[in-house]
């Protein structure tokens, strides 16, 4: 197993691979391997829109972080 941390500043649902898999900022198991990972919209008020990532060698303790942010307003 690998573990990821996605952060962003709201609770959202996380994507991988298109389906959800968990929430922002609690660590997330995944299989080892390339994953495409986004947050659940609406509101697309995030960027990037999606990060494509090589997940391996991750621990409960060291899950891979990956970070989102919000979009300013216009």
């Known amino acids: 197993m690998e ?5 962003f ?3 959202r649902e996380v ?7 968990g929430r922002t900022n609690q ?3 995944l299989e080892k391997g390339t994953h495409i990972i986004s947050l659940k919209s609406p509101p ?3 960027r990037p829109r ?3 990532i090589k997940l391996a060698g ?7 972080e990956i970070k989102f942010v919000k979009k300013p307003r216009v």
Do not use: G, H, M
């Open 3 to 7: 573990y990821l941390l996605a952060n």
């Open 9 to 11: 500043p709201d609770d």
């Open 15 to 21: 994507l991988i691979d298109t389906a959800v898999q």
């Open 27 to 29: 660590t997330i198991e």
């Open 44 to 46: 697309q008020n995030f």
């Open 50 to 52: 999606q990060k494509k």
């Open 58 to 64: 991750t621990s409960p303790l060291t899950p891979r």
